[in-house]
């Protein structure tokens, strides 16, 4: 069940990134979401957008995402060329990655979440009133499964930390429904940090030992 509607899967779809296999998985099918896809283009070597993957396929290894350069792998190990990243531990929760931020001097723990990639944090309301100067500076209109939202956003007053490496001055957003105050409260974090926060680093994610690394 997903968003209270019954939905199915293909099961054991054998998977590769790049020339890694995965291994065989399910893949969930969700009918009449997203965009669709001619058949006569199916077999043409144009590039297809078909669905997400999660963290699931990438538990008991490392993958390490570098933005600047639009790559990801998967590894055994942390590489040596990335073994001075600034680490730090990372709840992980069903999957969930929850990362400690020290904001406003507080430590605090977001969801790491691309898919909020157009935010690099996103929380409630009090909380971004709490660092923020109070001026909206900017206004989105946001879709999740489905539903339309309007995401305000104002400029933070404080640095954000990762460790000791302090990261890039970002606007902070927050959306006045009481569903996404709900989450984060259920989920016991401040909110949600994106690809925003690290476009110009190179993140590991270390799932094998729980780390969380920004270099």
């Given at each position: 069940?997903?968003?209270?509607?019954?939905?199915?899967?293909?099961?054991?779809?054998?998977?590769?990134?790049?020339?890694?296999?995965?291994?065989?998985?399910?893949?969930?099918?969700?009918?009449?979401?997203?965009?669709?896809?001619?058949?006569?283009?199916?077999?043409?070597?144009?590039?297809?957008?078909?669905?997400?993957?999660?963290?699931?396929?990438?538990?008991?290894?490392?993958?390490?995402?570098?933005?600047?350069?639009?790559?990801?792998?998967?590894?055994?190990?942390?590489?040596?060329?990335?073994?001075?990243?600034?680490?730090?531990?990372?709840?992980?929760?069903?999957?969930?990655?929850?990362?400690?931020?020290?904001?406003?001097?507080?430590?605090?723990?977001?969801?790491?979440?691309?898919?909020?990639?157009?935010?690099?944090?996103?929380t409630s309301v009090e909380n971004a009133k709490d660092?923020?100067?109070?001026k909206i500076v900017d206004s989105l209109e946001v879709?999740?499964?489905?539903?339309?939202?309007?995401?305000?956003?104002?400029?933070?007053?404080?640095?954000?930390?990762?460790?000791?490496?302090?990261?890039?001055?970002?606007?902070?957003?927050?959306?006045?429904?009481?569903?996404?105050?709900?989450?984060?409260?259920?989920?016991?974090?401040?909110?949600?940090?994106?690809?925003?926060?690290?476009?110009?680093?190179?993140?590991?994610?270390?799932?094998?030992?729980?780390?969380?690394?920004?270099?």
């Amino acid at each position: 069940m997903a968003e209270g509607e019954k939905n199915f899967k293909f099961r054991g779809v054998d998977l590769k990134l790049g020339k890694v296999g995965i291994g065989a998985i399910d893949v969930g099918y969700f009918k009449d979401f997203g965009d669709s896809i001619l058949v006569d283009s199916i077999n043409t070597a144009s590039e297809k957008k078909i669905g997400t993957i999660g963290a699931d396929i990438f538990q008991g290894k490392v993958l390490v995402i570098d933005y600047p350069n639009q790559r990801l792998c998967i590894v055994n190990d942390v590489p040596k060329k990335y073994a001075t990243a600034s680490f730090q531990p990372f709840i992980n929760d069903g999957g969930r990655i929850k990362i400690p931020l020290l904001i406003n001097g507080k430590k605090e723990n977001l969801m790491f979440d691309t898919g909020a990639s157009l935010f690099a944090l996103l929380t409630s309301v009090e909380n971004a009133k709490d660092i923020s100067d109070g001026k909206i500076v900017d206004s989105l209109e946001v879709t999740t499964w489905g539903k339309y939202y309007t995401v305000l956003g104002e400029n933070t007053l404080y640095d954000v930390y990762f460790g000791k490496t302090r990261l890039k001055k970002v606007l902070v957003h927050y959306h006045k429904d009481d569903i996404f105050k709900n989450f984060f409260n259920n989920e016991k974090i401040w909110g949600l940090t994106g690809n925003a926060f690290f476009l110009d680093n190179v993140v590991i994610i270390d799932y094998r030992n729980k780390r969380f690394g920004v270099l």
